[in-house]
């Protein structure tokens, strides 16, 4: 491919690790991926992709971005380590639209999910996600992960008095209309931590946020 095809081509990056040499290759991170019971659905179009690259063809992160869900397709398959190293993974968000279109039926998003895990689980995708760790302590403190009260003065702010005075007085507003509380109640909130817990989530949050998790938590978590 000459430059000027190149400068032409939004997908010019697609090409060059087509033929690429896998440098470090793990079975054990194929398996996890295959084990990952969100592969479910996915793991003949995993073992059976046919590189076609219909996947990035229609992937708007592949567009815009250097990333390209089919080399993730093969490197995922050749167990290519550099995955877990990888921050073009985080580009993806989740469309679902190379799920929808792999003749396949493999699913680079859930793929992304799997490694994107393991990138957090090392510390390495650390910085991709502690942006919602405030969002996520409000979900198992509370049961609801978009807690309005941190955001109102950002809505005030942007929307002026007439919100920040509506603010002031929701909960009364939500009583007089019968709407009961913001917040769901402790049972529902109980359910919620459990699930937290029992997955392994409140570990990984403590993680994102840099805390340890208190020993005795830890050895009823395992
Ligand atoms: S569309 Fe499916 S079969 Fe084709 S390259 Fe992507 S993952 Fe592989
Ligand atoms: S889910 Fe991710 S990889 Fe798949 S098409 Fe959407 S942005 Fe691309």
């Given at each position: 491919m000459t430059d000027d095809q190149r400068a032409d081509n939004?997908?010019?990056?697609?090409?060059?690790?087509?033929?690429?040499?896998?440098p470090r290759r793990d079975p054990e991170l194929v398996k996890r991926i295959l084990d990952d019971p969100r592969m479910h659905d996915h793991k003949d179009g995993f073992q059976s992709c046919?590189?076609?690259?219909v996947c990035t063809s229609g992937c708007p992160a592949a567009r815009f971005t250097e990333y390209s869900p089919r080399e993730v397709a093969r490197r995922a398959l050749d167990g290519d380590v550099t995955l877990l190293e990888d921050?073009?993974?985080?580009?993806?968000?989740?469309?679902?639209t190379c799920q929808s279109r792999c003749p396949r039926h493999n699913s680079v998003a859930v793929i992304n999910q799997v490694v994107r895990g393991m990138q957090v689980e090392s510390g390495r995708g650390r910085a991709h996600v502690e942006m919602f760790a405030e969002w996520c302590g409000a979900f198992y403190d509370?049961?609801?992960?978009?807690?309005p009260h941190l955001m109102f003065p950002a809505i005030g702010e942007a929307w002026g008095d007439k919100w920040t005075d509506f603010m002031a007085h929701l909960l009364e507003i939500r009583e007089e209309l019968g709407l009961g509380d913001l917040y769901p109640p402790d049972d529902v909130v109980k359910e919620v931590q459990t699930i937290f817990e029992e997955t392994g989530f409140k570990e990984r949050l403590a993680a994102v946020r840099g805390e340890s998790v208190p020993a005795e938590t830890a050895a009823e978590e395992g």
């Open positions: 939004p997908y010019a990056h697609v090409a060059d690790d087509a033929f690429a040499a896998t046919i590189q076609c690259g921050d073009t993974l985080w580009y993806c968000y989740y469309c679902y509370k049961g609801m992960g978009g807690d």
